[in-house]
């Protein structure tokens, strides 16, 4: 069965550094999306793209934060300058026509 | 409003137990509501979902309840199993432009099922 795919699972990174979490959407998938669920609290959009940009943003999405789809496979998601805050798990999901299907998420801790 | 954080609704149950979870929501003009389930250290995982315009739909062992007069949803899971242990959100979505597919995820509840 096809499955979203996150790498890395777990990245620690020193404030002020810039990380890029790495997804690997389903293959035939459309829209895809990132979340982030700050530990023990409910899970929060924060992008949705499709056709090669940005359909929707949060708040949380400030200019720190960047998506890109590189390639036809990869759907990355940017913090250049990452703050105490950004610590959480981190979640690409994509779908097709229907549900979102979601990765296993990667684990981003600021020190 | 929604209280977030540390303290999630808790429910144990002993497995064969029916279990009932719920959820308020608050964007009426929602089209989908959708209840995920979380095991520890995966990602959400899909169960069932309903249109705004029903009130009850079921699946395999989880019957989803929608009463969109006081905003309210809660899922039944009939026969619980300790591999139901997970926490469980409700999530809704509201189609059409660019808001399309964009979830917004309630506060959860942790379900504990007892051998």
């Known amino acids: 069965e096809p499955e979203v795919t996150q790498t890395p699972s777990h990245q620690v990174t020193q404030m002020g550094q810039e990380v890029i979490l790495r997804c690997v959407p389903i293959s035939n998938h459309l829209y895809f999306y990132w979340y982030r669920q700050i530990l023990g609290q409910k899970v929060e959009f924060l992008v949705s793209f499709y056709n090669n940009e940005i359909s929707e943003k949060s708040e949380i999405f400030d200019d720190q934060f960047s998506v890109e789809r590189p390639d036809g496979s990869n759907f990355t998601l940017k913090i250049r300058s990452t703050k105490l805050e950004d610590s959480a798990m981190y979640f690409c999901?994509?779908?097709?026509?229907?549900?979102?299907?979601f990765g296993p998420g990667t684990r981003l801790t600021v020190t | 409003g929604e209280s977030v954080g540390l303290h999630l609704p808790t429910l144990s149950v002993q497995e064969g137990d029916n279990s009932i979870i719920n959820c308020a929501y608050s964007?009426?003009?929602?089209?989908?509501f959708i209840w995920y389930k979380q095991e520890s250290g995966k990602g959400p995982q899909f169960i069932i979902d309903i249109r705004s315009n029903m009130d009850k739909r079921q699946g395999q062992r989880v019957t989803v309840l929608l009463n969109k007069t006081v905003k309210h949803l809660s899922l039944q899971i009939a026969a619980t199993q300790p591999g139901d242990s997970a926490v469980y959100f409700c999530a809704e979505i509201k189609g059409g432009g660019t808001s399309y597919g964009k979830l917004t995820f309630g506060q959860g509840t942790i379900l504990t099922v007892h051998p």
């Open positions: 964007n009426s003009a929602s089209d989908y």
């Open positions: 999901a994509s779908r097709s026509r229907g549900e979102q299907y």
